[in-house]
């Protein structure tokens, strides 16, 4: 009797793990799918030239979405990322202008992200502000001073090697970029499970006065993991501009409801504590997919907004209906 | 006389798992009906069946001599039963009579009639014996006890035949216990049934009129309390005799650890001086409110203080900190575990290493292989009993969470305990097992300081007991020069 209980106990956790695991990635293989199946999109849509476009597609949000998760998972909320993007941009394209090494203007992008990150990150921490406050008023001055460094046009450059991080070479390859991103990915995702940091993200999400009196220096990391994302918007910017070949005050305006939604729909929480940076990265590849999917279906871009739409919230029905799962 | 309600052959079901077995029992109106029994024996779900939170897999339920069956909250409160729960569930932001008439608004042109709230407030709160309760007092303000009345006046607006109340007395002290018990006999004067859920037999001799022993899900008996002997009921609850008599050595306490001097700070605490010694059990005995909690939350750098000073080890230490005050080896357990002790979504593994990951770090990397040898280590030292150390703390009884958190303390290396009321909401065989906890951490020379409400867990378990009245330390002594009723007198500022 007692054997038997634990024996379904035990096999329900391990359902849950999986399912938790699992579930963004099979959401993933029924849009490819769903696309397969379709006469009118099959013959574009399921080729390796598509997938390389879907992937160089996804880099910008997917970046963002490492900086969002960890926001996401300690329970918080990040508004600005699209004008960071856009800052982050400019700074980069008007450092190349004025004829910086490369390496530089990587370095001093980075760091004006991280510097955008470290304002939010204390103002919700030390001044215990509401990040959603917080980082609304951050949209608009990031993207206020984006057009203010770039004088409100688009700030063109000499060609350069920066580049060559969104460049699609012929032949199979996708573009560096890809591979940068999937390369953080891979270490962010062993931070976030197997790092004494990581852990405290979680723990922070979950109940942040538990955390507190249990010595973790919760303002200290909370502030950290608004800086880490800003570096990570920064090298969203730098792909952006990569991409474009210029800087552009006014690009990305509402990334940051992409990347909140790749998030979701990855399997994090808002209520904070839930969410996984592989779930994230499928999230993002999700919404490119569906971006994509459309389009070679000759779908208008409102019926596309509208589907983007509706799995947004199909994914919050399923997180909901899980967590119903897990609580009875 | 025909019982107001009846239970007939309920059972319950999780996933094939029996939680309540064929249970049978009558209740009467105008009676007070205590249900015991340990956590995880069933009573929880027992009262959610009543209530429709849960559907019952079998049986019956009769509402005087009518079948019943209710499938929401909401119809067993039309029903005319009325739950209380353990945590108070009010609407914090919003005042006395507003809480007490919510959902109940009397409306004129689709506006709320607060006179008249205001006047069934008044008057509900005169019936219950409380003429002194500010109505326009915002609930948030108010302590744990005051909400229990604003409760139980909210639940009175429909005039219920039944109210359940679970674990009402957890989180008060002796006087408001008091207050509680005839504000119930009001109640029962009414000719309300009360299910009286409970951990402490001492209350279901004072108040109840009939009790019903559950265990492991099955009726273990229901009689008339005039059969009540508490030694044998113990027996019944868990199926062996538990008693709550800690050995002690005489000890001698020379090595001062911690020291207060003429300490005043949050709002309440004023001039407390005491010292803690190596090896020393410190109780804090006072009423709610008295400031127990406050003592603990500045000793650990939660609450500021502005005058005097604390040592620590002979050195004087300020700009307190929680994880300053845990790096030099003091570790606090909250008294609200689900608020501020434990990640609930989290596995018992994290919740049990948050702020200590050394022992299972190697360079760092998390090893899970050292993670599963430490925490089993730890969890069969406590008897907690989980599943898998992946399962998340939520699924767990509360005894099996408290231990969670005097395991994470275990998992620091730590000198001085603050324990805020460690054994609320417990089981008996979980209250047992934390004063062998507290025994044995003494034994290896940690000082330890609780604060508790109640008395006879601090003479069991303290060598040392301080009582505080209105901020103030009475007196401070050894606990073999205390009693109960001393305590108690000296808590209420009735010294003599």
């Known amino acids: ?173 996708p573009p560096i970029g890809v591979f940068i991103t999937l390369l953080l990915f891979i270490i962010f995702s062993i931070i976030s499970k197997y790092t004494v940091l990581g852990r405290y993200i979680y723990a922070i999400g979950s109940n942040e006065n538990a955390a507190l009196l249990s010595g973790v220096r919760v303002h200290h990391i909370k502030t950290g993991i608004y800086s880490l994302a800003g570096l990570f918007f920064a090298v969203s910017g730098l792909m952006q501009m990569a991409r474009l070949r210029q800087g552009d005050p006014t690009i990305a305006i509402g990334l940051e409801l992409d990347v909140i939604a790749a998030v979701i729909i990855g399997g994090a929480s808002l209520r904070g504590g839930i969410g996984s940076i592989s779930g994230s990265l499928i999230g993002a590849l999700i919404m490119a997919t569906l971006r994509n999917g459309s389009q070679q279906m000759g779908w208008p871009t409102y019926f596309q907004e509208i589907i983007i739409g509706v799995v947004i919230v199909l994914a919050i029905t399923i997180d909901k209906f899980r967590q119903n799962v897990n609580s009875s | 006389m025909h019982p107001i309600f009846q239970l007939r052959g309920i059972n319950k079901s999780f996933s094939k798992i029996k939680v309540i077995n064929n249970i049978n029992i009558d209740f009467f109106s105008g009676e007070i009906h205590a249900i015991i029994g340990e956590n995880g024996a069933g009573k929880s779900t027992l009262c959610k069946i009543i209530t429709g939170m849960y559907r019952a897999n079998g049986g019956e339920m009769k509402l005087g001599g009518k079948f019943y069956s209710c499938s929401h909250p909401k119809d067993a409160i039309n029903s005319g039963i009325f739950m209380i729960y353990q945590e108070p569930n009010l609407a914090p932001d919003l005042n006395v009579y507003e809480n007490i008439m919510l959902g109940y608004e009397k409306k004129g042109f689709g506006f709320i009639d607060s006179h008249q709230s205001k006047e069934t407030s008044i008057r509900i709160l005169d019936q219950l014996g409380f003429t002194d309760i500010d109505i326009y007092r915002t609930v948030k303000n108010m302590s744990i006890s005051e909400q229990k009345i604003v409760e139980i006046a909210h639940a009175l607006v429909l005039e219920p035949k039944i109210i359940i109340l679970d674990e009402p007395t957890s989180a008060l002290s002796k006087v408001e216990i ?9 109640l029962k004067e009414k000719g309300i049934a009360i299910l009286f859920i409970t951990h402490f037999l001492e209350e279901v001799e004072t108040i109840a009129d009939r009790y019903s022993i559950l265990k492991d899900g099955k009726l273990v008996e229901s009689q008339l309390i005039e059969k009540f002997d508490a030694d044998k009921i113990i027996n019944k609850m868990s199926g062996r005799t538990i008693r709550f008599r800690i050995k002690k050595g005489k000890k001698k306490f020379s090595n001062e650890v911690l020291r207060f001097e003429g300490v005043n700070g949050a709002g309440i605490i004023q001039n407390v001086s005491f010292t803690l010694r190596k090896g020393e059990v410190f109780g804090i005995a006072g009423l709610i409110g008295a400031g127990k909690s406050e003592i603990l939350n500045i000793c650990f750098g939660l609450t500021e203080y502005n005058k005097g000073s604390i040592s620590f080890k002979g050195q004087k230490i300020s700009n307190l900190n929680p994880s300053k005050m845990i790096k030099i080896g003091m570790g606090y357990l909250p008294e609200n575990r689900t608020r501020d002790g434990l990640m609930l979504d989290l596995n018992v593994t994290d919740n049990i290493l948050i702020g200590n990951y050394n022992n299972v770090v190697n360079k760092l990397i998390i090893t899970k292989r050292a993670e599963a040898n430490h925490i089993n280590e730890i969890i069969n030292y406590l008897n907690v009993k989980v599943n898998s150390i992946e399962q998340q703390v939520c699924e767990l ?85 205390w009693n109960e009723e001393k305590i108690l007198s000296h808590s209420m500022g009735l010294l003599n």
């Open chain 1, 1 to 173: 009797m007692i054997l038997s209980k634990s024996k379904t106990v035990k096999s329900n956790i391990r359902f849950k793990q999986f399912f938790n695991t699992t579930g963004p990635l099979l959401g993933f293989v029924f849009v490819i799918l769903f696309f397969s199946f379709s006469n009118e999109a099959r013959p574009y849509f399921l080729t390796f030239y598509n997938f390389k476009l879907i992937f160089s597609q996804t880099v910008i949000v997917a970046l963002a979405s490492i900086g969002m998760t960890f926001i996401i998972i300690s329970g918080g909320i990040d508004l600005s990322v699209g004008s960071v993007v856009a800052l982050t941009s400019v700074v980069a394209a008007t450092l190349l202008q004025y004829g910086l090494n490369p390496y530089t203007v990587i370095i001093i992008t980075i760091i004006t992200g991280g510097l955008v990150g470290l304002v939010n990150g204390s103002l919700i921490s030390y001044f215990k502000m509401n990040p959603f406050i917080v980082t609304l008023g951050m949209l608009g001055i990031a993207r206020g001073l984006a057009k203010m460094i770039a004088d409100n046009k688009t700030v063109n450059f000499p060609d350069s090697p920066i580049n060559i991080l969104m460049q699609t070479p012929n032949g199979w390859m």
């Open chain 2, 178 to 186: 008091d207050k509680l018990f005839s504000m119930l006999l009001k």
């Open chain 2, 397 to 481: 009884s509360g005894g099996n969470q408290q231990k969670i958190i005097l395991a994470r303390l275990m998992n620091f290396d730590l000198d001085i305990f603050l324990l805020d009321e460690p054994t609320r909401g417990v089981d008996v065989k979980t209250r047992k097992i934390i004063y062998e906890y507290i025994k044995n951490l003494s034994d290896k020379g940690k000082s330890i300081i609780i604060a508790s409400a109640y008395i006879p867990e601090l003479l069991t378990i303290c060598d040392t007991i301080s009582v505080l009245f209105n901020g103030k330390m009475l007196e401070t002594l050894p606990v073999n020069k």
